[in-house]
């Protein structure tokens, strides 16, 4: 019943909340089988065990969690100036056979008690409660009252009661025994209260200190003797006791308990009953939790970051490491509400912050937080930025109680990271402006940025361009030749240039001339790559019509040429067409030099690197790219021997003879392909 109630509006309060003094009271009432109450707080709060429900009949329906004088009303009067005694001064009261009219059961009936108010201090030694032991002797008193057959009829049920008595203590799950006289005896004992002592039922009728030997260097005998004499009450919390077991080692118990005056009939002090119960195994887990606590606080205190908790709703100052102190150099924070400390950070955010994690739990993480604050006493608050968190710490019952902050501060590298920022910002600001194709990369070949160029070439956004793919705008033909130059660039560190094409918005491949420049920090190594894309289609345009123009020029000089061979009669006029053919010749001689040889020697180098960095190419493949060389150089002879021919002069030109058969031969060797694919056969008789 206790358990099921709401105590939140009660005096007492939440049940997770209620001292150490109120529970040892309330575990000694409710695991005893002999009528108790406590009456707790200024209000006297009634708590109780089943054997004191009985007693107060349909008053159970009502008595759990309510004031005493209102259980007892009818009553009050005569037993609250026996209680407010006990709350006063502290001294127990026995009050035997007393007459009490009360109205248990709906109907008010002279009832005779015999009890026992002994006062209850709290964990700080004022006295908070009553400890109430009534036992209900309305039957005896009127059995008394009657003739002598009926007094002994009456002894009858005293030894009844009495033998009852010794029955609950027998059954009860705590440790309960009565030892009695000055020497105190043990007369009754149960189970429980053998197996902590480490005996057996041979131990009744000897004396505390014969079965215990080792009590005499405890402080339990004077307490038990002060019980005696004094006829208080007395009460220990988490008490530690030494037994020396059969085995030789000694074992350390701790006990919430008891010591209450045993009376007689006639009321006289005969000894002492004895309620416990072990709490051993709750101390022993507490202890190793402030030892873990006291080891967690040391690890806090000397921690490379900054640590600090903050206690209660109001978030108080608790524990400072030195390194949380040294942000705020003399300024007092230690048992401070934070904004009373650091008025400042009112209107920042750090006070929501912190009451989300007290009410929800949720631990809150800080990156580059920035808090303006005044690093001492006098001076102007700066603004400061932190990597933090706080989290939230619970007590034994779960719940948050402080909250721990652990953090660095990060003001140097956050102003840094500000100002890079502010550079990449200006640098994209620039590279928006330039009619080239920007990129910049991290070193895997992550793409990290697009200028506008990209974009609008592209007609995509940046994540779109980005999910999409910087290769897949790349001719499918050029794709595996940069993949491997750019390798090789990542391997030695060196720029990669290409030309090669890219497809715009309407499907249409450009060229363009792509680098791509690898960006170092101090120490070699690649931070990022840089890549600039220009436009060069124009120039390939100008380069395929220059190359035609060369074509069809040439073509009409060779004919040119052979007019002017055959016609003899023209010779004035052939001169004068000479001096355009040589003006020609010139440009012809400049194009073939810069652009027609140009092809030839990549088309040689390629070969070239083919046929010595892939040794897997099979022989017929490296004939292949053999008569590839063969053909690309026969091709610049050609060049060569034309420019040569274009500068001779007609006057300066010598003949001689040449072997027919040896142009034939290398004629059939040029066209040794077609000739297999046609199937062609060339006869040729004896040349001159």
């Not at 109780?48 to 209102?70: C, F, Q, T, V």
């Not at 799950?173 to 053998?194: F, H, Q, T, W």
């Not at 080792?214 to 030494?242: C, R």
Request: proline letters at 3%; charged letters at 25%.
């Amino acid at each position: 019943m206790i358990n099921a109630m709401d105590w939140t509006n009660h005096p007492p309060g939440d049940i997770g909340q209620w001292s150490h003094s109120l529970r040892a009271a309330l575990g000694i009432c409710l695991n005893s089988f002999f009528p108790m109450s406590v009456m707790w707080g200024d209000d006297l709060i009634m708590f109780y065990n089943d054997a004191y429900s009985e007693l107060i009949g349909e008053k159970h329906l009502m008595a759990p969690g309510a004031k005493a004088s209102r259980v007892w009303s009818e009553a009050w009067p005569q037993m609250g100036i026996t209680i407010e005694g006990v709350l006063q001064n502290g001294t127990a009261r026995w009050c035997e056979d007393q007459l009490l009219i009360i109205d248990r059961n709906g109907v008010p009936e002279n009832c005779f008690f015999t009890s026992s108010y002994s006062a209850i201090r709290d964990d700080n030694g004022e006295i908070a409660g009553v400890f109430w032991a009534i036992n209900d002797t309305s039957k005896r008193v009127r059995a008394m009252a009657h003739q002598h057959t009926e007094q002994v009829l009456a002894s009858r049920k005293i030894e009844e009661s009495e033998e009852r008595f010794r029955n609950l203590v027998y059954k009860a799950s705590s440790p309960i025994c009565i030892l009695k006289g000055e020497d105190m005896r043990l007369e009754v004992a149960n189970d429980p209260l053998y197996a902590v002592w480490g005996v057996d039922k041979s131990a009744l009728g000897k004396t505390f200190l014969e079965i215990i030997p080792e009590m005499k260097d405890q402080p339990f005998m004077g307490w038990l003797l002060e019980v005696y004499n004094s006829g208080i009450t007395h009460y220990g919390n988490e008490q530690a006791a030494y037994f020396e077991r059969s085995n030789g080692e000694r074992e350390t118990a701790y006990f919430n308990f008891v010591y209450q005056p045993y009376r007689e009939n006639n009321g006289m002090i005969s000894g002492v009953i004895v309620f416990a119960t072990d709490v051993t195994e709750l101390v022993v887990a507490r202890k190793k939790m402030e030892q873990q606590a006291t080891m967690v606080t040391g690890l806090l205190m000397t921690a490379p970051a900054f640590v600090c908790t903050l206690k209660g709703k109001d978030h108080v100052y608790d524990l400072i490491n030195e390194r949380y102190q040294k942000i705020f150099g003399n300024r007092i924070l230690k048992n401070r509400p934070i904004l009373e400390a650091l008025p400042e950070l009112d209107g920042q955010g750090i006070i929501a912050k912190l009451d989300h994690v007290f009410t929800t739990g949720e631990t809150y993480v800080g990156i580059d937080n920035p808090v303006t604050l005044s690093r001492d006493e006098g001076l102007a608050p700066e603004l400061c930025y932190f990597n933090f968190s706080y989290q939230p710490m619970y007590n034994e019952e779960g719940e948050i109680y402080s909250i721990l902050v652990f953090g660095y501060e990060v003001t140097d590298k956050a102003m840094f990271n500000q100002k890079m920022k502010e550079s990449e910002s200006h640098f994209r600001q620039m590279a928006d402006l330039m009619p080239s194709k920007i990129t910049s990369a991290t070193p895997d070949g992550g793409v990290t940025y697009y200028n506008k160029e990209w974009l609008d070439y592209s007609d995509m956004s940046f994540d779109e361009l980005k999910s999409f793919g910087y290769h897949k705008l790349m001719h499918p033909d050029e794709v595996p030749v940069f993949q491997k130059l750019l390798a090789e660039a990542a391997n030695d560190g060196k720029t990669l240039e290409m030309e090669m094409r890219f497809i715009n918005r309407q499907g249409e491949y450009i060229w363009h001339l792509n680098r791509a420049s690898p960006i170092k920090d101090k120490d070699g190594h690649i931070k990022m790559w840089l890549g600039v894309t220009s436009n060069i289609q124009h120039q390939k345009s100008q380069e395929e019509a220059l190359e035609k123009a060369v074509i069809n020029r040439t073509i009409k000089l060779e004919e040119a040429n052979e007019k002017l061979l055959f016609e003899n009669e023209e010779k004035g006029k052939r001169a004068a067409e000479l001096v355009v053919v040589n003006r020609d010749l010139q440009a012809f001689t400049f194009i073939s030099s810069h652009h027609l040889q140009e092809p030839l020697r990549k088309i040689q180098t390629y070969a070239s690197l083919i046929l010595e960095r892939e040794p897997q190419l099979s022989e017929e493949g490296k004939y292949h790219f053999q008569r590839i060389q063969s053909s690309a150089s026969r091709m610049q002879h050609l060049i060569k021997d034309l420019l040569s021919y274009s500068n001779t002069h007609v006057t300066d030109r010598t003949f001689e003879n040449v072997d027919l058969n040896a142009i034939v031969d290398a004629i059939k060797n040029d066209l040794a392909e077609t000739i297999l694919e046609k199937n062609a056969v060339i006869e040729t008789s004896s040349l001159c």
